[in-house]
């Protein structure tokens, strides 16, 4: 019997003897045309951030940043697993990075996703074992167009996929086993930024061979309806057809891993994506990875995959977030560019309130410092005194989000933003009346809105004008009350009363730049 299915039965037997909890296992459930994370079977919001690729590799390296995580105000860390570590030998594992790793996040109040670098970290293969790095005759790399050899391994390999997914179960099999009543671990990221440089797809006798033979018939029916042929035939020898070639490749190598880990122990699981940077071909991007242009090959091939999941370090993350807010899915941000940025909290609060997302995390975390750290813990704690009255309306049109228009360069406008909800339309702008403009960042100016009641609204951002107007083109709104405050204890709070000049006498709603902030706004008509 392979020894990958060894694994999988082993890890199934174990399973039933595992102590008993109340609570299913966090998983993914419809809700509002949506999925929605459930944690301790209770809607949960990740406010996470991810740590460097190297700083969870042992105790003594993370345990000067467990402190930083809290001060950020996380509830999540996103940590990297790699098999190196936990097999150093073949057959022979070491979970100390691991057990070390769950005792830091229960100890800080952390919840864990754990990124798993297997076979590939940012397209290359540089975190496997070296039993695997040193046999190139059992785990062959890749070659690209001219034959020339490359530190990367073979999609195509079943050795490869076979002890990656072995290694993969074991790990999961361990946690079910270690963490299955504390659940520290509430999703696992499989792979890393998959994708393949400098070409579009591998090349060699066994993906040449591949790639001369006939396509799925359910993948042509979903791309290419009518069609029949090799690959080439189907898609074209271009640069765009080997890229559909290779990403169904990448998505049944993952479809294989995460399956015998679900097989061990039934954690939601992602894959995410280096983004395709406008105007290049695969190959000068990451190719093949689940990018939007590929979403149906992913789908098709890697039903065990539960989302697919974008790291944005473009300056443009309103464009690029929007494909990955798909029907019937769950939007995740695992790496929202550096957390030190002007921009985090404008994309923080404009993913969880534009396309409702489960989770935002900014990466690097553990390096963030000074008052990018306060703002982030700021708008953290804002979010997560708010997130019960949050959780009730995602999936609905009472939830909403705004931030400054930003090109791809970099460059913020001040283009306004409008919501029209119940009687009323509110009109957004990222500029502040009462700050010099040269004294603005337009870029980390933003805001969540959530409709509580038929004329009161909850908004948190920082940064952003709003002037409130009447559906009915007979009727004037204005503002009844604007209360500052913040929610304790899932009370709501009032600290001030800003009717007068903070409102201009009622003319306009005003989350100065600064600190993240929490108004409950009450509206009428007359």
Not at 134 to 148: I, K, S, V
């Amino acid at each position: 019997m392979p020894r990958i299915l060894i694994l999988i039965l082993a890890a199934c037997l174990l399973l039933p003897t595992l102590p008993a909890r109340a609570e299913p296992l966090p998983r993914l459930v419809p809700h509002g045309g949506r999925l929605e994370l459930l944690v301790d079977d209770r809607p949960f919001l990740m406010l996470a951030g991810e740590l460097g690729n190297s700083t969870a590799s042992t105790a003594r390296s993370m345990a000067p940043h467990w402190a930083t995580l809290r001060a950020a105000g996380l509830n999540t860390v996103l940590a990297p697993v790699s098999w190196e570590l936990i097999e150093p030998e073949e057959g022979r594992f070491d979970f100390t990075s691991v057990d070390d790793l769950l005792a830091g996040a229960r100890d800080h109040d952390q919840r864990l996703v754990v990124l798993w670098f297997g076979a590939w970290k940012n397209s290359m293969s540089s975190y496997v074992p070296a039993w695997v790095k040193r046999d190139t005759d059992r785990f062959p790399r890749t070659l690209g167009a001219g034959g020339q050899r490359q530190e990367i391994l073979s999609a195509f390999d079943p050795a490869t996929r076979n002890a990656d997914a072995a290694a993969f179960a074991a790990l999961m099999q361990h946690l079910a086993r270690v963490d299955g009543v504390h659940r520290t671990v509430i999703m696992v990221q499989v792979e890393n930024e998959i994708g393949f440089l400098p070409f579009a797809r591998e090349h060699g006798p066994v993906p040449d061979a591949a790639f001369a033979g006939p396509v799925p018939r359910a993948l042509i029916d979903r791309m290419a309806p009518g069609a029949a042929g090799s690959w080439a035939e189907v898609f074209g020898t271009g640069p765009a057809g080997e890229e559909i070639f290779q990403a169904h490749a990448y998505a049944q190598y993952a479809e294989t891993v995460a399956a015998a880990g679900k097989a061990a122990y039934p954690l939601p699981m992602f894959v995410n994506a280096a983004l395709n940077r406008p105007g290049r071909l695969p190959g000068d991007y990451p190719s093949a990875g689940p990018l939007a242009h590929l979403f149906p090959v992913w789908d098709l091939a890697a039903p065990s995959i539960d989302l697919l999941t974008p790291d944005i370090y473009f300056e443009n993350f309103a464009d690029w977030i929007a494909p990955y807010d798909r029907p019937g899915e769950a939007l995740f941000v695992p790496e929202a560019n550096r957390a030190n940025r002007p921009d985090t909290i404008a994309n923080a609060l404009f993913a969880i309130g534009r396309h409702h997302a489960i989770g935002f995390s900014p990466f690097s975390i553990e390096n963030i410092t000074g008052e990018p750290l306060s703002r982030l813990a700021t708008a953290y704690a804002h979010l997560s005194e708010a997130w019960p009255l949050i959780a009730e309306a995602r999936g609905t049109d009472r939830l909403w989000g705004y931030r400054a228009p930003v090109s791809a360069e970099g460059v913020a406008g001040d283009t306004p933003g409008q919501w029209i909800v119940g009687d009323y339309v509110l009109t957004l702008t990222p500029v502040d009346p009462w700050t010099p403009r040269e004294d603005q960042d337009l870029r980390g100016h933003g805001a969540l809105l959530l409709q509580t009641g038929p004329e009161d609204l909850l908004i948190i951002g920082t940064g952003v004008t709003i002037t409130v107007a009447a559906r009915d083109p007979a009727r004037v709104a204005g503002l009844d009350n604007v209360w500052l405050g913040r929610f304790e204890a899932g009370e709501w709070q009032g600290e001030r009363l800003l009717n007068g000049d903070e409102t201009h006498q009622g003319r306009h709603i005003r989350l100065p730049p600064g600190p993240v902030q929490t108004q409950k706004v009450r509206l009428y008509l007359y």
